[in-house]
C-alpha cells in the first residue's frame, strides 16, 4: 500500500495523446468486434465464433504480436505473444474471452444485440462490457504503446477464449498443458465492474459455481389434467415442493453440511466493504423491487460478495404458451446454481445437492440432478507489484484511489491460473453496476473505455517503475 | 332401479336387423365424417369446420330431421328437429359435437389422422371417439327407427356444435336465447367412454374447472445471478415456495376455505365405485410410475372421481434452453388449475386461491392470480325414466347392466343444460380407456360403435315403455 503512494503519477502524454487521436478508430473496430455474433452457447453460432477468433486473431498479428490460434475440443484459444522487453523485465499474462451471452429475449433489447449503438454515454451491444469491450481495451493499450514507444516495458502474453460463457470447460486443460508457455508473473483480466461510476475499483474475491440441470421425471407421457389429475404425482409440483426445501425461513440454505467448508473475510476486507457508499435504497431502486431478500442479518455486499447462494435460473414444465391447456405434465426442469465462497467446492456441492434431493424427493417422480458446470471461489492477496502498479495506474486515469470489492459472479478460470501459474491475478474492470452483462441491452460506459485505456497502456509502465 | 328390471328386453329384432343390414353404409358414411379436418382451434381449418358442419346438415336432414345451420360469433349450431311423435311423448334432446381436437404431433399417428384405418377391431382417426364417432352413433339409430318404423317414439332434437375443443364458448349463450325450442324431458349425451371393455357406463358426475396463471414479477429485468445472487428475492424461487404451500402433507388442498362446499357423494354411489374392476397397479403401470399421488386414504377412482384437486399445468422462468445460463429470472408464471366437485364454484375458489397467495407470497416480489377459466361441477341424480330406459338398453345391447362412473374432466354444456332446460342428463359413452380423444391415435371399438348403435336405437323404445 506504501508503494501506491510514492507518486502522483499521471496518464503519460504520449499515450494520452495517441489514445485520443486513435479514438474514433478504438470505437469503430470495437464495432466490428460487437457485431459478431460469437454466442459459443449455441451451437448455430459456431461459425460466429470462429469468426469473432479469427477477427481477433488479425488484431493482435497486426499490432506485432506472435499470434496462435489454437484448436481445442470446443472453441479455440488465442495465444498472442510479444517477447522483446528488456531482459529482466517480467511477463504479464492478459486473459479475455472473445464469445458472449446468448442474447434472449430478443424483443427486450431497445437496439439489436448485434448491431452496437451509443446512447447517453453508453455503449450497448452484446459482449460490450462482457467481455469484448474490455478486453479491447487492453488490445488498444497494448497497440498504443508499441505505436507511440516502439516497444513495450514488460513481455506481454494475450490468452483470449471462446467458452467463457459456458463454463471455460477446455481452458484449465489448456493452461496447464501450455503453462511453460505462459509463464508469467502477473495475470491481468478484465472482465468485472467498478464498485459505482467514477470509482476505479480493484476485484479481491470471486464466487465459485456449481450448476446443475434438476429433472423431474413423472408419468412417461403428460397426460389430461382432468382425467388423471389427483391421483398422479405431478411433477411440476414435485420439481416446486423439492425447490422449496433448499432454503429455510431466514433464507439461509437448507442442504446439509452446505456451509461446512466456508472461511470467513478477513476483517479488514470486511470493514472496508461497510465503508464503502452503498445505499439499501438505491439498490431497490434500481432494480424495481419493494424489499431485498437472501440470508438474515447480512449487509448486501456481504451477501452479494462473501456468501454463498442457491439461486433458480430457470424453470419449465408442461404448457407455458397462451391460455388454458389442461395437461398434467410428464416431466419438469429446473435450471439451479449455487455461487460459492472459498473453500467451498463444487463437487462436494454437488454431492450435498444430491442427497438433499434424494431424500426430499415424493415417490411416484423420479428425479435427477446434473452438473453442467462448476468453478472454484477464490480470494486475492492483494500485496505485491502489480497491485501497486494498478493503484497509481487508475488513480491516474481515474483521479482517485481504486477501493477494493468483492464480486458475486465467478471467473472460473481465475483460480486456475493462480494455481498453475502461480502468479497474482489482479481483476480491473471497467464495468458499471447495471450494465446488463448477461441481459438485454448490456452496455459499457464510453468514458470508463477511454479511461481503461489510458490506465491499462500506463499499467505496464508502472509495472515497472 | 326396480324399473330397470321389469323386463329383460332385447334388442328389437327390426332395429337389429337394419343396422345389421346397413353396416357397411353406415361406417362408410362414417369415414367420410371422419374424414373432415374440422380443427376448431385453427383458424386455417374453418373451412373443413364449416364443412363438416354442412355434411352432418345434410346427413340430418336426409334422414327426415328439420334441419338447421345457426351461425354464432364463432362456429355454427344445427339444430335438427323430429317433432311428429304421438301427443304427450316426451321430447328427448341429442347433443354432440362436430369439431375435433389439433391432431399434432402429427409423426406419432400410426395412420394419418384424417385417414380412418380399422385395426385389430378399432376404428383410428382424429374425432373416432371424440366425439363424430358418437354423434354417428346417434344419427344412425335415428335412421334405424325412422327406416324401419316410420315414426320415433319420442321427438327428437339433435344439438351439435362446432366449438367443444376450444370451449363451447358460444353454446351457453345458444341455449339459453333457444331455451324455449330446446325445451325437452332429458338430455343424452355421447361423449365419454365406458369403464372397461363390455361394461357399459352411465356417467353420474364431471368435475368442475377453475383455472388461474400466476405470475411472480421480481426485479425489472433478468439479472445475472453471481452479481445479484443472494441478496434478491428470485421470483422462480418464489413462485416454487408459493406452489409449495398449496398442498399439505397428506395430499390435501391448503388453501382456507377450499374444502368448504364439497358435498359429499351419496354413499350407494361410492359403494358402487368401490366395487368396480379397479387395479392400482395396473394403473401405474400403463402410466409408467411407481407410486400414485393425491390425498391419502382414498381409492385412485374416488381421488378420480369425486375429490377436488389442485394441478400445475404449466411453469415457466428465466433461461430453459441448453446448458447453463447464470440468470436470476425477472419473472415466473405457472399455469395452476383446480377440478371442482359440487358443490364448489370457480369464482369463490378463485377468490379463496387469491386470499392464499397474497398471504404466502414473499416481499420483494409482485405475485398476480389471473383467472382464464371457469366451470361448474356437475352431479347427475340418476332416477327417472331416461335413466331406467338407458339401463334396459345397455343391459340388451351389452348384455349386463351398466355401472355408474365418475369422469375427472369437465363438459362445461353439461351444467349449462342441466341449469336452463331443467332437463336431466344422461351421459352414455361408448368409448374405452386408452382412447387417445386428445392423443394420436385416437380409436373407437368397431364393437362399440355397433353395440352403442343398438342400444341407442333401443333407448328412445324405452323411454316410452
Known amino acids: 500500500m506504501t508503494m501506491a503512494a510514492k507518486k502522483a503519477s499521471k496518464v503519460p502524454a504520449d499515450l494520452d495523446a495517441w489514445l485520443s487521436a486513435n479514438d474514433s478508430r478504438i470505437f469503430d473496430e470495437l464495432n466490428e468486434f460487437l457485431k459478431i455474433p460469437s454466442v459459443s452457447a449455441r451451437s448455430e453460432h459456431d461459425g460466429d465464433t470462429r469468426r469473432a477468433a479469427a477477427w481477433l486473431h488479425e488484431k493482435l498479428a497486426k499490432i506485432g504480436f506472435t499470434t496462435e490460434t489454437i484448436p481445442t475440443a470446443g472453441h479455440p484459444v488465442i495465444v498472442a505473444e510479444w517477447r522483446k522487453a528488456p531482459p529482466g523485465a517480467p511477463t504479464v499474462l492478459i486473459y479475455g474471452h472473445y464469445d458472449v451471452q446468448p442474447p434472449e429475449p430478443l424483443d427486450l433489447w431497445t437496439s439489436p444485440a448485434f448491431e452496437p449503438t451509443i446512447r447517453d454515454g453508453k455503449l450497448f451491444a452484446r459482449g460490450a462490457v462482457d467481455d469484448k469491450g474490455q478486453l479491447w481495451i487492453h488490445v488498444k493499450a497494448l497497440e498504443a504503446q508499441l505505436a507511440v514507444r516502439g516497444t513495450l516495458p514488460v513481455n506481454v502474453i494475450v490468452l483470449a477464449e471462446g467458452e467463457e460463457e459456458i463454463g471455460s470447460e477446455h481452458l484449465a486443460p489448456f493452461v496447464e498443458q501450455h503453462a511453460n508457455r505462459l509463464a508469467c508473473d502477473a495475470v491481468v483480466i478484465s472482465d468485472s465492474a467498478m464498485f459505482a461510476p467514477g470509482i476505479p475499483s480493484i476485484l479481491s474475491s470471486l464466487r465459485g459455481l456449481a450448476y446443475f440441470e434438476i429433472t423431474v421425471r413423472g408419468p412417461s407421457s403428460d397426460l389430461h389434467s382432468g382425467m388423471y389429475g389427483g391421483a398422479v404425482v405431478n411433477p411440476a409440483m414435485a420439481l416446486a415442493q423439492i425447490l422449496a426445501t433448499l432454503h429455510d425461513k431466514r433464507g439461509k440454505i437448507a442442504i446439509k453440511g452446505f456451509y461446512d467448508k466456508v472461511r470467513s473475510f478477513p476483517a479488514a476486507v470486511l470493514k472496508g466493504m461497510r465503508s464503502l457508499p452503498f445505499s439499501d435504497s438505491r439498490f431497490k431502486k434500481d432494480l424495481g423491487v419493494k424489499a431485498l431478500g437472501g440470508e438474515t442479518g447480512k449487509t448486501t455486499l456481504e451477501k452479494l460478495w462473501t456468501r454463498p447462494t442457491l439461486e433458480v435460473n430457470g424453470m419449465l414444465s408442461g404448457y407455458t404458451g397462451e391460455g388454458a391447456k389442461t395437461v398434467l405434465p410428464g416431466v419438469s426442469m429446473a435450471k439451479v446454481s449455487c455461487r460459492l465462497v472459498p473453500d467451498q467446492d463444487p463437487d462436494v456441492i ?28 477464490w480470494r486475492a492477496d492483494l500485496d505485491g507489484p502489480i497491485f501497486d502498479a494498478a493503484r497509481r495506474a487508475l488513480q491516474a486515469a481515474f483521479g482517485r484511489q481504486p477501493v477494493i470489492v468483492g464480486e458475486g459472479g465467478s471467473i472460473p478460470v481465475v483460480g486456475d491460473f493462480a494455481r498453475v501459474l502461480k502468479a497474482p491475478v489482479l481483476l480491473v474492470g471497467f464495468g458499471l453496476p447495471g450494465e446488463n452483462a448477461h441481459a438485454p441491452d448490456e452496455w459499457i460506459s464510453v468514458d470508463n473505455v477511454r479511461r481503461g485505456l489510458r490506465a491499462m497502456a500506463m499499467l505496464l509502465d508502472e509495472y515497472v517503475a
Chains 1, 2 share one sequence.
Not at 360 to 372: E, H, S, Y
Open 350 to 377: 454437488e454431492r450435498l445437492l444430491k442427497a438433499h434431493v434424494k431424500k426430499v424427493a415424493p415417490a411416484g417422480v423420479t428425479v435427477t440432478v446434473q452438473p453442467l458446470h462448476g468453478g472454484k471461489p
